[in-house]
């Protein structure tokens, strides 16, 4: 949860748009499968992650999309939706999940769940974001300021968001070179309690298949 409303207001103006994106698909990708990769070989991993493979490709596709990352991250900023009401934002992820043909289930009433089966049979490994916002007036005098009175993406969710939609898509297009299932958690209600977490938790968001690591990750508008 953030609890600092006033950082959090100057958190657009902080962080600059061209350098977060990449490093979150990057992380999150790579991480995605050296877990597989490990949890398969039962020790360090050392395939294609030690010898650069992967990450010369990932890089290689992040780079690609940045502009996707910041068309997609400001369409959330823009359209910001508070705890159990993001309608708008599950269907806009829901939508994108589909387009890449990843399977998508919707839980806990706002929430989303794409599942990625690689190309060969494998561990599984979820990331998860948030993606709710919180009850603040955006100050901010950019061209994609929220539209909704009172309510802004004050905390880095349309961050987390807009990058886990990336990394759908870079290992949707790398599907038949990874063992292993991908599971991408879009948690409803992180600024709530009782949270999203819980309510997905219930209806088996880490069942079916479940999930041998989850993996989430948070801005930090302080660090350049």
């Known amino acids: 949860m953030c609890g ?16 977060w994106g990449m490093p979150f698909v990057y992380f999150w990708d790579t991480s995605a499968v050296a877990v597989v990769n490990k949890a398969k070989n039962g020790r360090s991993t050392r395939t294609f992650i030690s010898e650069g493979i992967w ?13 996707k990352l910041i068309e997609w991250r400001r369409h959330i900023h823009q359209n910001p939706e508070l705890g ?13 999940l589909r ?14 769940l794409g599942i990625l089966v690689g190309g060969k049979p494998g561990p599984v490994i979820a990331l998860r974001a948030d993606i709710d916002a919180l009850p603040i007036e955006e100050k901010n005098n950019v061209e994609y300021k929220s539209k909704n009175a009172g309510v802004m993406h004050a905390c880095g969710h349309d961050a987390h968001t807009s990058s886990l939609l990336g990394v759908a ?9 990874f063992e292993g299932t991908v599971k991408f958690i879009f948690q409803p209600a992180e600024e709530k309690l009782p949270g999203g977490a819980s309510m ?18 948070h801005v930090m508008p302080q660090i350049n």
């Open 4 to 19: 600092d409303s006033t950082m959090s207001i100057k958190e657009t103006k902080a962080y600059p748009e061209t350098g």
């Open 55 to 67: 990450q010369s490709v990932i890089d290689n596709k992040s780079k690609a999309i940045s502009p």
């Open 84 to 96: 159990n009401r993001e309608v708008k934002t599950q269907q806009y992820i829901a939508d994108h």
């Open 99 to 112: 387009s890449l043909g990843i399977e998508v289930k919707l839980l806990a009433k706002t929430g989303v």
């Open 169 to 177: 898509r870079i290992l949707s297009e790398l599907k038949n070179e």
């Open 200 to 217: 997905m938790i219930k209806e088996g968001v880490l069942e079916n298949p479940k999930p041998h690591s989850v993996i989430g990750q």
